[in-house]
C-alpha cells in the first residue's frame, strides 16, 4: 500500500501520528530500521531534495527513503507493528529545503523566460545547492537574474501545488514536458510552472533571500552555486565580517580592498626581485669566503653553511655554488624544530658519493629527504651546527 504524503498539499505539516505497518532492520545498514507508516509528514530524498529528519516516537529518523509509493522511515531502534506513533520532523532543516526549492523555481523560471536556458540538473548540498544550465551565463547576466529573483521573492506572491487533469495539463506553460500522467504541478505566481514532488513555501518572501554565491562553465553550459533564507543571511554576515577585518588590516574602504591588495601584491613581487639581486650578490662574496678557508675531502673542496637563509635560498646557493668545479657544499638551515638541508656537489668532484653521505647523514640523525649526486634536499629533527660539523668532519675523515 502506498504511503500517504502529508507534505502532498500541505508542506507545514511538522507533527502528526500515524500507525506502524511493517518495521525491518535494514539489511544494508545495521542498526538501522526501515519503517513503514499508513501516513507520513516526513519528505523521502527524491527531485535534487534531501530526505527529512526528526523523530518517530522515541526513534530518531537519519534518512527516508521512498521505493514504488513506500516510503521508508530509516530508524535508529524498532517501533511495534499495528502500535500509533507521534513523529515530528525537524522544521529548520526541512524549512530550509523550502527555501531553497522554491527559490530554485524562480530562478529556473526567470532564466529559461530570461535567456531561454533550461534547469538540466539540481542539487541540494550541505553547503550549497546548485543548478546546472543548458546555456552559457556571464558575470553581468548572473547578476541580472539575481536582482530579478529578489524582486520576486519581494514581490511575496504565492505558490500553488495543483494534480491537473491532462486537458488542463496541455494549456499549462510547463516548463519540463510531464514524464508522468498524474502530474504534480508547482506554480510560482507566474515565475514558474513546473511538475515537482518537492516541498516549497506557500509564499515567496518567505525565501527570504537568494545569492548566487558562484558559477563556472560546466558540461557546455553553466553551474550556478546559491544559497536560500538563513543560509544567505549567514553567508552575507561571513563574509561582512571579513571583509571589514580586511579593510581595517588594509586601512582603507571595503570597496578599496580589490585595489588595496593588488598594489601589496606588486610591492611584494618587487621586494622578491630586489631580494634576488642582493642574494646573488651576497652568494658571490659568502662563497668566495668559504672557499678561501675550504679543507680538502677526497679530491675536491668541503664548504659548511649553518643558518642565515631560508631553506630555498640555501638550496639556491648549493645549487650556484655547484656550479664550480670541485666543490662539495653542505648546507643547513634551522627553521622551529627541524633543520632543512642541501647538499650539493660539482660534477666529477672527487670520489666522494652526495648520495650516498646523504643516506648515512638521514639514517645516523634520523632526518627524511634525498634526490641526485648533484642535488640532496631534506630535513633532520634539530640539530646544532657544532653536532653537524662534527658529524660531517668524521664522515669526511678530516
Ligand atoms: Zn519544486
Not at 507520513?40 to 534518512?63: I, M, N, R, W
Not at 505558490?159 to 510531464?178: G, N
Not at 506554480?187 to 525565501?207: K, L, P, Q, S
Not at 652526495?354 to 632526518?367: E, H, P, S, T
Request: charged residues 25%; contains cysteine; glycine residues 10%.
Amino acid at each position: 500500500m502506498e504511503t500517504k504524503k502529508l507534505f502532498d498539499l500541505d508542506s507545514y505539516v511538522r507533527d502528526f501520528s500515524a500507525t506502524v505497518l511493517s518495521c525491518e532492520e535494514n539489511s544494508k545498514e545495521k542498526g538501522s530500521y526501515l519503517v513503514v507508516l499508513d501516513q507520513t509528514a516526513f519528505f523521502a530524498e527524491g527531485g535534487g531534495q534531501p530526505a527529512d529528519q526528526g523523530k518517530l516516537g522515541s526513534a530518531s529518523v537519519h534518512h527516508v527513503s521512498e521505493k514504488a509509493g513506500v516510503i521508508y522511515h530509516h530508524c535508529d531502534r524498532p517501533l511495534e507493528t499495528g502500535t500509533t506513533v507521534n513523529g515530528s520532523i525537524d522544521w529548520d532543516i526541512r524549512f530550509s529545503h523550502m527555501q531553497i526549492h522554491c527559490g530554485e523555481h524562480i530562478l529556473s523560471g526567470i532564466i529559461l523566460r530570461e535567456y531561454g536556458f533550461h534547469n538540466v540538473g539540481f542539487h541540494m548540498g550541505h553547503e550549497f545547492t546548485t543548478i546546472d544550465l543548458d546555456g552559457e551565463l556571464n558575470a553581468e547576466m548572473v547578476r541580472h537574474v539575481e536582482d530579478l529573483v529578489n524582486q520576486a521573492i519581494g514581490e511575496n506572491g504565492e505558490v500553488h501545488v495543483s494534480y491537473p487533469d491532462k486537458e488542463t495539463l496541455s494549456t499549462l506553460p510547463l516548463r519540463k514536458k510531464p514524464e508522468v500522467e498524474h502530474l504534480r504541478v508547482v506554480e510560482v505566481c507566474g515565475y514558474d510552472f513546473c511538475g515537482c514532488c518537492g516541498t516549497h513555501v506557500a509564499h515567496t518572501a518567505e525565501i527570504q533571500l537568494l545569492k548566487i554565491i558562484d558559477f563556472q562553465r560546466y558540461k557546455g553550459g553553466t553551474r550556478l552555486f546559491f544559497l536560500c533564507g538563513k543560509r544567505a543571511l549567514q553567508d552575507y554576515q561571513q563574509k561582512h565580517n571579513s571583509v571589514k577585518g580586511l579593510a581595517e588590516e588594509f586601512s582603507c574602504k571595503p570597496e578599496g580592498l580589490c585595489a588595496a591588495v593588488h598594489k601589496l601584491q606588486n610591492d611584494l613581487s618587487e621586494a622578491k626581485m630586489q631580494l634576488n639581486e642582493k642574494n646573488k650578490l651576497l652568494f658571490d662574496l659568502l662563497g668566495q669566503k668559504l672557499l678561501a678557508s675550504a679543507p680538502e675531502v677526497q679530491g675536491c673542496k668541503w664548504i659548511f653553511l649553518y643558518g642565515g637563509f631560508s631553506a630555498d635560498e640555501a638550496k639556491s646557493f648549493a645549487m650556484t655554488m655547484a656550479k664550480q668545479d670541485d666543490l662539495f657544499c653542505s648546507f643547513f638551515m634551522p627553521a622551529g624544530d627541524s633543520v632543512r638541508y642541501a647538499l650539493s656537489k660539482s660534477k666529477n668532484a672527487g670520489s666522494l658519493s652526495n648520495k650516498a653521505l646523504c643516506q648515512a647523514m638521514n639514517k645516523a640523525l634520523g632526518g627524511k629527504g634525498g634526490g641526485s649526486e648533484d642535488l640532496c634536499c631534506g630535513s633532520l629533527p634539530f640539530i646544532s651546527e657544532e653536532l653537524l660539523r662534527d658529524f660531517f668532519t668524521q664522515q669526511l675523515g678530516l
